[in-house]
């Protein structure tokens, strides 16, 4: 999957998010919960950012007609064409644009989480979407952190944190998530927004094995 040249570390992007959340006006409440209710949190998070007098339902839902129908398989031309019509993009919390090549993919900039860049594809049953998070380089301890990501694997619902080698050699942490090729396209928005999340999320939990002076 191809990346941008000059990518820019998980940290930069947790700043700008950070910073994105204080100008709206918001404040961070820590909170502690069962890893199996991580999912349902994020949603209740969202909701409890929209003033008070909003609050009456989740504000999330994407159009019947906008669903793939008979379990289709997306093809990246036409998921382009349904996300740019999503209030993701229209409201600006997103823009998209297609990679062309061999291997096509989006490249979607999640402004809403810091302009944060993700990669989407599409290969055979399945479609991953995924974001660098830090090179390897970075961390101070790699054999450590290995293992306290195996630990906490389920800490970030519904994605994985992985090694990958980019065109010009230099291997990374990546996080991903995988779903299905025939998924709706609620369930791919919603994919986008989790692993955005998490990205933040990770980036905060692991920030001590960085080795930044």
Known sequence: MKKTKEAKSSAFYQQQYRQRLREQGLIKKEVWILPENTAELLEIEKKFRQPAVENKSFLYYVKENNEMKNKEIWKINDLFQELN????IKQGSASIEIIDG????LHIIMHDYGDLPLFLSVSNQQIIVEALLWPVSLIKNPSSFN???LSARKLFALS?????????GEI???????LSSSSTLNDII?????LSDNVIKATEAYEHFFNIE
């Open 102 to 105: 061999v291997d096509a993919c």
């Open 190 to 194: 919603y994919e986008l927004e989790m």
């Open 147 to 149: 293992e306290e990501i």
């Open 85 to 88: 019509q999503t209030d993701l």
């Open 172 to 178: 990374n942490y990546i996080m991903y998530g995988a």
């Open 160 to 168: 994985t944190i992985a090694i990958e080698k980019t065109g010009d």
